[in-house]
């Protein structure tokens, strides 16, 4: 028995060697190609014979996929055909995740539509065109609650209408009026509050958010840009029974 135990293990350091020259090899190859970016870990991808390169940049973590060797680099999105999945998006999502009580909530606009069980935050500028078409989205979705933090780096010249849905008495009142009507709709009231749009960009930046809009589920996943109507429900369904 205790031959056969050695066996084994002497097989597992054979099949170790080869996948850590792999990583080795890969290493040497990509160091200093990745625009500053710093390898966190290489492990096998989800397709055989390809390896997933997972590296930190300033706007958070990527990956891009190798062969064995680090002679030919692929970037792009692994799809599983059999069951529709964007197994990249799924696998950027964790790697980008977020403790989402670590979120500043206090500094978010507070929508809540019936029960408001599901949860998300979302990073949005009322005119971005893709934020605009995304609230149409939300407008469908039932018992939720979202956190909007109004983050205006497309127009920054608008900023202050921003502002004036902080200093609005019904604040998300004022947020759907301007980011989500067919026309936005100023809020009439002062931009002059002491309200939290500053601290916002900071904390965007932090978070390395560079898209609107960007999601963040309940289970701190991360999402670049918006969803349809039934994969958001599929979403925060699946996110809010995790809770």
Known sequence: ???????????????????????????????????????????????????????RGEDGVHVLYSDATGTHIIQGRIFELRSDRDLTEERMRKLNAVRFDSLPLDL?????????????????????????????????????????????????????????????????????????????KVPAASANCPNPVDKVLVAGR??????TPTLFLANGERISGGLAAPDLRKMLDQTAAAR
């Open 1 to 55: 028995m205790a031959r056969f135990f050695a066996a084994l293990l002497f097989l597992s350091v054979l099949a170790v060697r080869p996948a850590a020259a792999n990583e080795a090899a890969i290493r040497k190859a990509l160091e200093g190609k990745l625009e500053g970016g710093r390898i966190e870990g290489i492990q096998p991808a989800p397709v055989a014979g390809l390896w997933e390169v997972r590296y």
């Open 108 to 184: 978010a606009v507070k929508i809540q539509r019936g029960n408001g069980k599901r949860v998300m935050a979302m990073f949005s500028d009322p005119y971005c065109p893709a934020c605009r078409q995304f609230e149409r989205v939300l407008g469908q979705i039932e018992d939720v609650t979202i956190y909007v933090f109004m983050f205006p780096v497309i127009r920054p010249e608008n900023a202050n209408h921003s502002r004036a849905v902080w200093c609005s008495p019904d604040r998300a009142k004022a947020w759907i009026e301007l980011a989500a009507a067919a026309q936005p």
């Open 206 to 211: 932090k978070l390395g958010v560079n898209a």
